[in-house]
């Protein structure tokens, strides 16, 4: 049962224009989320988090926004850098579930 | 400051040897720590995790074990590879309510 979901596979995103990130969760007890970038052969590094008493989070070119009743977040980066293609991976946490859970990543390219 | 080291880098194993991955943190005390694998196009997989010395638990049945015997240091091991534990394994810890931080990882490779 996977809790922490990213539908996008992949996403081709044009330099300087908007790249979204979507991540979806069934586990209510969640209540921390958090976005990690990640290269090839390297650990993630992390990004930007939300906690679920806020609905936006913004780091520069970075905001996260949070749908608490939709169980759905995303990522927005603004503007798109060739340096922001990787794989981006959503995850979760809540301060009664230790457990970070992690979805199955979306490999952004940023073509410039 | 807090780091995290994680060794080998790479590690190219026969089937059915043993394994063993460490992975210690410094400048912190009483982390939580985890083992994740990413297989090849996958996700991260979270393995075990410990929120203490002796604690450990495991996600996913496998040969793999874990074990922390200092508050710091945390082993992944298997008495004998199969050639589905291939994969990046990355180790990692955080304080309650805070973002995960994450070693470098380690390319096994079991042939």
């Known amino acids: 049962d996977q809790q922490v979901k990213q539908n996008s596979p992949s996403l081709s995103v044009q330099e300087g224009r908007i790249s979204i990130l979507n991540c979806d969760y069934t586990n209510s007890m969640f209540d921390y989320f958090l976005w990690y970038k990640k290269y090839p052969a390297e650990g993630p590094t992390f990004l930007i988090s939300i906690s679920s008493i806020k609905d936006k989070n913004e780091d520069g070119r970075f905001t996260v926004f949070l749908n608490k009743s939709a169980k759905h977040l995303s990522l927005h980066i603004v503007p798109s850098q060739p340096g922001d293609s990787a794989v981006y991976f959503c995850?979760?946490?809540?301060?009664?579930?230790?457990?970070?859970?992690f979805g199955p990543g979306t490999s952004l390219s940023v073509i410039p | 400051s807090q780091t995290i080291h994680q060794w080998p880098a790479t590690l190219v194993q026969p089937v059915g040897s043993p394994l063993s991955l460490e992975c210690t943190v410094e400048g912190t005390s009483n982390p939580n720590l985890y083992w994740y694998r990413q297989a090849a196009g996958r996700g991260l997989q979270l393995l075990f995790y410990s929120v203490g010395i002796g604690q450990i638990s495991s996600e996913v049945p496998q040969n793999l074990s874990a074990s922390r015997p200092q508050d710091r240091q945390f082993i992944l091991s298997s008495k004998k590879l199969l050639l589905s534990d291939s994969g990046f394994y990355l180790c990692a810890w955080n304080l309650s309510n805070s973002p995960l931080h994450f070693g470098n990882g380690t390319r096994l490779t079991v042939t």
């Open positions: 995850a979760a946490f809540g301060t009664s579930y230790d457990k970070v859970i």
